[in-house]
C-alpha cells in the first residue's frame, strides 16, 4: 500500500516538525494524525497555502530582528541612573526591579519590555551593576546601572 503525504500542523514525537510535510501509513495519518488534529492532507492548495505561511514567517521574523537591531544601536553607551532608599551601611532597602529599569529607559525614550531585561549580579547594595537586555534571539545589549543613595 502506498504512503499518504500529510502536512504536520504541531511537532510529532519521531515524525517530525509543524509545518514539515511527511509519507506515512495510511491508517497512521486517517485514524490517529488527522482526527487528533496533527496534521493534514498535503493537497496542492495547501501546499501552497504552506509555502505562503513559511514566507510570510520569515518576513515577520526578519522585521523583528531588524527592529531588535535598531533597538540595540540606540542602547548603545545608555547608562540609568537608579534611586534608592539605604541604610547606614549602604544596603538597598528592598530591591531594585527591571521595572525600574524600564521606566528609567522610557524617561530617556527607549521603549523597552521590563521582561527582557535580566541582572547579571541582583542590586542590593549602592555602586554599579549591568543589565543585559534580550531584545530577540540573536541580539542582546548589557547596559551600565548606577545605583545611588536617595
Known amino acids: 500500500m502506498a504512503n499518504m503525504k500529510l ?15 511527511v509519507a506515512v501509513r495510511p491508517g497512521y495519518g486517517r485514524n490517529y494524525l488527522i482526527p487528533q488534529g496533527m496534521a493534514k492532507m498535503a493537497t496542492e492548495s495547501a501546499m501552497k ?11 515577520k521574523q526578519d522585521k523583528i530582528k531588524k527592529d531588535a537591531e535598531a533597538l540595540s544601536t540606540k542602547l548603545e553607551g ?12 549602604g544596603k538597598i532597602f528592598g530591591a531594585v526591579t527591571t521595572l525600574q529599569v524600564a521606566n528609567a529607559l522610557k524617561d530617556l525614550g527607549i521603549e523597552v519590555d521590563r521582561r527582557k531585561i535580566v541582572f547579571s549580579v541582583e542590586p542590593k547594595m549602592l555602586g554599579s551593576y549591568t543589565a543585559s537586555i534580550n531584545l530577540h534571539k540573536e541580539v542582546s545589549k548589557e547596559i551600565d546601572i548606577d545605583v545611588v543613595a536617595e
Do not use: C, P, W, Y
Open 49 to 59: 497555502m504552506l509555502a505562503e505561511d513559511i514566507k510570510q514567517r520569515a518576513f
Open 78 to 89: 545608555v547608562k540609568v541612573t537608579l534611586k534608592a532608599k539605604t541604610g547606614t551601611s
Open 7 to 21: 502536512i504536520l500542523t504541531q511537532d510529532v514525537r519521531n515524525l517530525g516538525h509543524k509545518d514539515d510535510v
